[in-house]
């Protein structure tokens, strides 16, 4: 008996639609989503290690740059705040107090007094005398101008899976996997197999019972079952069908559509976290560099060959490295929290990852890729979908009118007359398009079918002007890396070692050039890495719109020469016997890398790994790279 229970619950949920394992298949798309490699082509042809973690700094001394609260009832005053309040005997009584004007100088020494606004933070630094005698001035100079703290220590990330770093296609398969669009992308396309499903769905009969009176209303005239169906003419169901089945097209190319969505965020991500890794490595070297510039101005004001306030100029530009060096930390921490979260796994801790962005890029070609998105863009693809949908739509408004035909079929007893016999009916009913011909709607459809027509070209002129926005993008980064690599990068070496090797010949030249040769360097080192990030943006912004499983698919492969290692450009001697490094105990820090190799040019593109299907064939102008 409870075997007949559940078979009949069963049969009836089955004839119901709610035995349907709508989310079998959902999880069966997103599963051969995921099972797509995307990005499976290496980057870059070596992978660099972890960061090295740097000595956790150590508790200054008070005159060691350590924080010393301001006074009370005072601004923040920037330079008190740095090194503290000075010994009274390093500094010069020669200020007035506020309320009082400063003492006529005598005629003899006119010179003119700088007062500095009091609103300027840091006007309450006083002028800087130095003691004649020397080992009193040593002692000043020491207490001044200290040894900066060791640099902060770097986060060290953790292995990735099986020890390994995470790559590109590791991570776009992790997104694949968590991504919460793609599940909602993979639900549309059941729903709309529903929706087409239904479309053709016949009209169910309806069966009836009937009743009806004698003519005295005393005793049953006649009572039986009848059977009603409605069949529909025209070809409407066929229509309605055709209909839903380019809205189906529409929801699997929109699954796509969101697939290459989730690769574009993964890739921005990803390139994020390596141009931030990379930027804490040049920082690290640019504050090493400052560091040993302002030790070695330091040690020349103590043999006599500076002016007392050149160290703190550079003392000044050391912190503003140091400053650019921590928020590169930062940002390179939260850059990776920014991919874990496209990732949808935030608890993952800072972990390795694999690739440099000054490996290899892919150059595309204008032309060709145009071509290729305009004809297979998920964009154009659903505008073409959306011309044939209004089309089944329009006919299915101009052909609504036919009538459609009703029959009612009965089985009547009848028991006004005896011997009471059964006796079969059946009507037919079809309706007559008089006052409602569906003239509004055919008026509707012809108007959604006149949009629909106009939508690829307005689609293909928007994918026009954003490739070319993206591309104009691309081209000039492009442009930039070569010139930076090429041209402004090895001329500024040449520069700062110029400055040096005439510093080491002529005593007498000026030092400001070999510091403002270094400065130029390091700024224009951080514009070149600014310039590699900007690359892999428009990269990934030209791949976006060709919708490729990966970034080396139609594009050529690119080398990029890698970044000079500032640690290994030397330090900066001089030939005064108080300018060795060595002598006044500072300690210059290996670099890992090598020295600066010969500038070159960019090697000639190899041919296209992969051809872009039934593309025509086109110029390698300047256009296109």
Known sequence: MARCKHFTIAAILLLSGCAYDTQSRVDQSVGEQTSRPYDLQPVTAAMPGPIAPQPAPATPAPHDGASVAPATGTDVRTVA???GEPAPNLLAADQPPANQQPAPLPAERPRLDLNIPAEIPGSEARRLELSKDPATKQREIELLFPALPPLVAEPMPLPGPDGRPFMLCDLQHIAAVNSPQLKQAAADVETARGNMMQAGAYPNPTLSYQFQPSSSGNTPGADGVGLDQTIKTGGKLRLQTAAAEMALHNAELALRRARSDLST???????????????????????????????LQATLLAGGFAAPYEPAALRA????????YRQSIQTYIYSWKQLVSTLNVRQL???EVGGRVD???PYYDYDAILAYVLRNHTDVRTAWNGIEAARYNLKLAQITPVPDVDFNMAVLRDYSDFPHQTSPTLSVGIPLAVWDRNKGAIIAAEGALIRAQEEPHRVEM???NTLAAAYMNYKNNLEALEYYRRYILPDQVRAYRGAYDRRQIDPNAAFGDVVSAQQTLAADVTTYLQTLGQVWTSVTSVADLIQTDDLFEYARPQAVPALPDLEQLGPLPCCHPYASPLAAGVVVPPGPGSTIPAPKSFPAPEPVQRPIPNAPAVSTGSQGG
């Open 349 to 351: 801790p800072l972990s």
């Open 317 to 324: 530009q050391a912190f503003a490295a140091r400053l650019a």
């Open 462 to 464: 928007n994918l026009t």
């Open 81 to 83: 705040w740095l090194q």
């Open 359 to 361: 490996s290899t890029i």
């Open 265 to 295: 965020q993964v890739r921005n991500a990803y390139f994020a976290v390596l141009v931030a890794k990379e930027t804490v490595r040049v920082n690290r070297a640019l504050a090493h560099f400052t560091d040993e510039v302002y030790r």
